[in-house]
């Protein structure tokens, strides 16, 4: 994507401060999905340098990477599989408790979503200390899926999330970076 596609982007993304709490700056990403030239260019980066064919499945991690995920999904041939917070999936699941700065949450997707061996790619629409992405990655292999990276659209590198991925050995990239 040359600069004036990112410049757009970078555009299109809402910072909203104090939001849900004093000193969060909270990157809203919903006039991006808004803008059909600025959705398009989103999927475009994403699916870049990823050959149809080559994932078997996206796994979104809930919620906001669910409205990426399906269209994603869809341009690179492959399935969609939901990963979501406790019992909003119906039938049997499988699931993974991850510490946060303050507590503890836990992740689920459908028993048999992934396939022994599948290739897969989980999509954030954000990274940023990474605790959610890394808990997800684990689920993955967990179900007996190999993780072959992530996509983000948003990166918040000071928080250190993609350097605990990389550090993990999984490959990732994000499209927009703000300090």
């Known amino acids: ?3 004036p596609d ?16 004093p000193g969060i700056q909270f990157r809203d990403i919903t006039p991006l999905l808004a803008d059909a ?17 080559s994932v078997d499945a996206v796994v979104a991690i809930e919620a906001r990477g669910f409205l990426l995920a399906g269209a994603l999904a869809q341009r690179l ?4 599989v939901p990963v979501r917070k406790p ?3 119906p ?17 689920e997707m459908h028993v048999g979503a992934i396939t022994p061996g599948a290739r897969v790619l989980v999509l954030d629409d954000l990274i940023a200390t990474g605790g ?3 808990a997800c990655g684990e689920l993955v292999e967990r179900a007996g899926g190999r993780v072959t990276g992530f996509r983000f659209l948003i990166d918040l590198p000071a928080l250190g999330g993609s350097r605990l991925i990389a550090e993990r050995g999984w490959p990732a990239r994000a ?3 703000y300090p």
Do not use: Q, S, W
């Not at 990112?6 to 709490?21: E, M, N, Q, W």
């Not at 041939?77 to 969609?80: E, S, T, V």
């Open 1 to 3: 994507m040359k600069d």
């Open 6 to 21: 990112f410049d757009l982007l970078y555009a299109l993304v809402r910072t909203i401060a104090d939001f849900p709490a």
């Open 37 to 53: 030239r600025g959705l398009t260019l989103a999927l475009d980066g994403l699916a870049h340098d990823i050959a149809p064919g």
């Open 77 to 80: 041939g492959c399935g969609l």
């Open 87 to 89: 019992g909003k999936l």
């Open 91 to 107: 039938g049997a699941t499988l699931g993974i408790d991850y510490a946060l700065e303050y507590g503890r949450d836990r992740l």
């Open 132 to 134: 959610t992405a890394l």
């Open 175 to 177: 499209l927009l970076n």
